[in-house]
């Protein structure tokens, strides 16, 4: 590969090192990864970036998935070294890298906890907003998505934004919807409350809209056309010519 010839010419270059674990990694080619991964470890922490330490976690995950139970307690604990160093460079992504190693063990909840803590301690944090926003979606916690939602729009405010911020306003739009549709159960019939919420259905279909024309792929927005429909049918609003249309 480009990397890994790259790696030849320059050896202790830490941005080709990790191309070449990260690549040699998804091939299973393990001696590939072990020499290259052996040669970024002599290379001083302070000249790592964001690139090896998310390649180098990702690559040991990697080695989880085909390994002896009897090995993976000890891979498990090199993440968890590598994570810990991560973090001193102050970026989501090692908050990140930790929750999705306790959600490959099925531990959600240290996962929602960990992601809770990097939105504490660092500003931008769009893309742990966006994966904390989906395991909370999953839970039914909607008014905790909506505020993760926000904060995760506010993060991507930068010139190449880490998230997508359609999908942000899409997982807001989903969560205000099943408010609604939550309320409507418990209202009898109550003028103001759930589909006769007027004011709340307009917001959540305002976010649908928005996430369409961010861009959101197709089988989003298949999804989105169809919770339009039912809120408007619901509702008694009129469908208007800018609504949602999948073809």
Not at 56 to 67: K, M, N, S, T
Not at 82 to 91: N, R, V
Not at 193 to 201: K, L
């Amino acid at each position: 590969s480009v990397a890994a010839n790259g790696a030849k010419l320059y050896k202790y270059n830490v941005d080709l090192l990790s191309d070449v674990i990260r690549f040699a990694s998804k091939s299973q080619e393990w001696s590939v990864c072990a020499s290259a991964f052996e040669r970024l470890e002599s290379i001083p922490r302070s000249r790592w970036n964001w690139r090896a330490y998310t390649f180098v976690i990702d690559y040991l995950q990697d080695r989880v998935e085909i390994a002896d139970p009897s090995e993976c307690i000890h891979l498990e604990r090199m993440m968890q070294k590598y994570i810990a160093s991560y973090k001193k460079l102050h970026d989501e992504r090692a908050w990140v890298a930790e929750a999705e190693l306790y959600l490959s063990k099925g531990q959600k909840g240290k996962a929602i906890t960990v992601l809770k803590d990097c939105v504490e301690k660092i500003r931008v944090v769009s893309q742990a907003c966006a994966k904390l926003s989906d395991i909370l979606l999953e839970e039914g916690n909607y008014n905790e998505v909506i505020e993760y939602a926000s904060i995760g729009i506010r993060s991507t405010a930068q010139e190449q934004p880490s998230a997508n911020i359609g999908y942000l306003v899409y997982v807001s739009a989903l969560a205000k919807d099943a408010m609604i549709h939550e309320d409507e159960m418990k209202s009898n019939g109550e003028a103001g409350r759930g589909y006769r919420d007027m004011e709340r259905v307009k917001d959540a279909l305002s976010d649908y809209e928005l996430a369409v024309n961010l861009t959101m792929s197709m089988p989003f927005i298949l999804n989105i056309d169809q919770r339009v429909k039912i809120l408007r049918a619901k509702s008694g609003m009129k469908p208007m010519n800018r609504d949602v249309d999948p073809k």
